[in-house]
Each structure stands twice: as structure tokens, then as C-alpha cells.
């Protein structure tokens, strides 16, 4: 087994010398907790589920390459979200490769809903990850479905307590998988008042019986707008009284401090300038035509980024000369459907621009875009407030970004964008 004294989650003493970095690669999330709102930029909280900048694989590793220069004693990287890690497979396992690759003393670490995790368990065994952290509120599908909205398997939504038990089973395949591959089990237990405290006992009962290393029941945290929003957090009792519980089957974990998803540096002592930096890193480019000149803008007027990418009809194209920025030419947009055919016509259509900006964009165009080079910026306001800091690199003004928002459109669960659910694109 990985020697994890090193690790501050699960050694008291290691937690006061030794740094941990969470690479937030993952966006989408395959369950809706009632308890949960994912907002990417909300720097007074300290809970899972936020973070200020969303990084891809090869981000990620520039931003790894500078944060080792600012914390102390770097010992641990994770991947905790904002999302779910394995709804977002592709980003979570190749930013684990290129770090393995780099990094090969470093901890490695991931935080899970399980619903996904199982068929990931061998291959992050071999790439030596010291554990996996499963948040398993329930083992009642009765009490799972007071606490669950939805949970996407696939592209099918189940509700209820078919969500919850469907949630639960996958759970059970993620333990197993992973305790076979020799991984280091810890689940974590969220502690609702009035909805599953009187559940701990149960919880802890049978993941003893599946082999769980540790358990760390974390109090409820009640966040705005989030269906739980109105609940009073736990007090010290029952904290105290759950620890108990729980200790009498697993041992416990009693100082977790809820950790952000882009947290860096010390427990409890994350780096200000770790967070800076990570929206810098979020907004380079790293690919290798980088110097093409232009900037593509989804508008209606060409004055405001007030656009989907799928209901554009028209691309505004802008250079910068001598320190000034000047609309050079409008480009129609192909027209709309045709499916990925019509990103690859996209992409052509912009292949001389390092960048658009878009009021909101869906994950495939997106991901059609990148792949040839084009980075995809959402924003809302002026164009004029926007180029400046995409033609210079630097990270869009705070009061110019997009905070992830619910769809509007038919496909919501599938979904972290709002859209107007018209088929064009914007999903």
C-alpha cells in the first residue's frame, strides 16, 4: 500500500507541514444534489464544488509547473471537481497521466460521487493514486431520494428512489473495484439534519462489511440556492454524536476542512496567490498557432458578446493594431444544424482566430473548436472590456465572466449552461 504520512487528510500532523493542489479539470457533474450549487467564482467560500477558473489537461500541467513555486512541501494532487470527476473522464484521466508523468513522488488523490468510477479503478491503481473518496450519503434508497434530485447514467435521468438506487449500486461496483486494485478507501458522509443523521450507524455498518479504510462525516453546509438552502447546519452534538457512531465501525476523520475544488497550499491556509494564478493559467492558450491575429465574437451588433455559439449567424472579427482594437470583418456563420459537421465548418471558418468570445457555448462545439486551436471564452458585456485582456493573455475582468448557471432548455440535467433549448447548438 502507498505510504500516505505525507498526505494532510489523513495524518493530523502531516496536514500542519504538507501542501496539497486540487486541478479543478472537471466541470459536469452526473447527479444534482439538493444540497449543492457549483459556482465557478465565489471567493468567500470555502466548500467543494467552487472554484475561480476551470483548467484543461494541458493547463493544468502549467499551472502544476508554476504552483510548485509558491506553496512549501507539495505533496498532494487531487482532482475533486467542481463536478464529478468520471463525468468527466477524458480530463480527469489524462490530467492524472501527464502529472504521474512529471510529478512521480507526488500523492495523487480523487474525490467521487462513484457513479461512474469503477472502470477507472486499474488503471489509476497503476498510476499509483493513494486513494479515492466516495460521498456516499445513503444506503436507503428511501433516505437517497430525499436527498438526490436526479442521477444521469448514460444519457438516461432516473428520479427518485430508482435514482437513488441506482447511485447506491454503482457505489458498491466503485468500492469493490477499487479496494481490489489495492486503492485506499475513504467515504465521505454528509450529515443532514432531519434527513439522514439517524443513518449513520447503518452507513458505517456496511462500509466496514465492503472494506472502507476511513469515513469522514462532514456537517451539511447550507448553500444559497441550493434546494436545502433553508436548513440549519448540524450543531457540534451531532457532529460529535456521529463521530462516535461512526468510530465504533471505521475510524474517523475529524479535521477535514471542506475543501474548495481549486484549493491550494496548507489545510485552512490556501495561497491567494495560487488562485490568481490559476485564472491566469485558465485563460492561456498552449496551442502552437497561437499567433494567428484575430478574435471571432458572437454578437448580435457588434457592440455586446450576446450570443450562443449556436444561434450565431454571423462572426464579428477583430485585430489589434498599435495598442487599438478594430472590427476588420464580418464573417457569416454556417448555418445551423448538421450536428458536429457544422463545428468542423465553424472551425474553418475561424482557423485564422486564436479566440471567441461567446455569451455560452456546449460541450462538443467547444471541444470542436479547441481541437483546432480555438479557445473558447463565455463572457457577457462589452466587446470593447473583453479584448484587451484576450489579445494580452490575461484573465477576462471578474465582472465580465459567466458563473455556471442550470439550462433552461429541455436537456437541464445534462447540462451546466443555460440555453434556450432551440436545438441550434448551444448545448
Known sequence: MINIEKHPCFNDKARHTFSRVHLPVSPKCNIQ??????????????????????????????????????IPNLSVVGIAGPGDPFANPEETMETFRLVRAKYPEVLLCVASNGLMAAPYAKELASLKLSHI?????????????????????????????????????????????????GVVLKVNMILIPGI??????????????????????????????????????????????????VEEHVPV??????????????????????RNLLVRCSQMSLDPRDDRP???????EGILVNQHLGEASKFYIFKKEEEKYFLETVRDAPLSGGGNERWEAVSKTLKDCKVILVSRVGDQPKKYLQKNGIKVLEMNGMISYGLPAVFEGKALPKELQIEAQPCSGSLAADSGHNCSGNGMGCM
Open 33 to 70: 444534489c439538493k444540497f449543492c450549487d457549483r459556482s465557478y467564482d465565489c471567493m468567500n467560500e470555502s466548500r467543494p464544488g467552487v472554484t475561480s477558473a476551470i483548467l484543461s489537461p494541458q493547463q493544468a500541467m502549467t499551472y502544476m509547473d508554476k504552483i510548485t513555486e509558491k
Open 133 to 181: 473518496s466516495i460521498t456516499i450519503n445513503a444506503i436507503d434508497p428511501k433516505i437517497g431520494a430525499k436527498i438526490y434530485s436526479w442521477v444521469r447514467d448514460g444519457k438516461k435521468i432516473y428520479r427518485g428512489e430508482e435514482g437513488a438506487l441506482r447511485l447506491w449500486e454503482r457505489q458498491q461496483e466503485a468500492l469493490a473495484a477499487f479496494k481490489q486494485a
Open 196 to 245: 439522514n443523521d439517524h443513518h449513520v450507524s447503518a452507513v458505517a455498518i456496511k462500509m466496514k462489511e465492503l472494506g472502507v479504510d476511513i469515513i469522514n462525516p462532514l456537517p451539511f453546509y447550507p448553500v444559497a440556492n441550493s434546494e436545502f438552502a433553508s436548513l440549519e447546519e448540524p450543531g457540534t452534538e451531532m457532529v460529535l454524536k456521529a463521530r462516535k457512531e
Open 253 to 274: 476523520m475529524t479535521h477535514c476542512m471542506r475543501c474548495r475544488a481549486d484549493a491550494a497550499g496548507i489545510l485552512g491556509k490556501d495561497s491567494e496567490d495560487g
Open 294 to 300: 484575430y478574435v471571432a465574437v458572437a454578437s448580435r
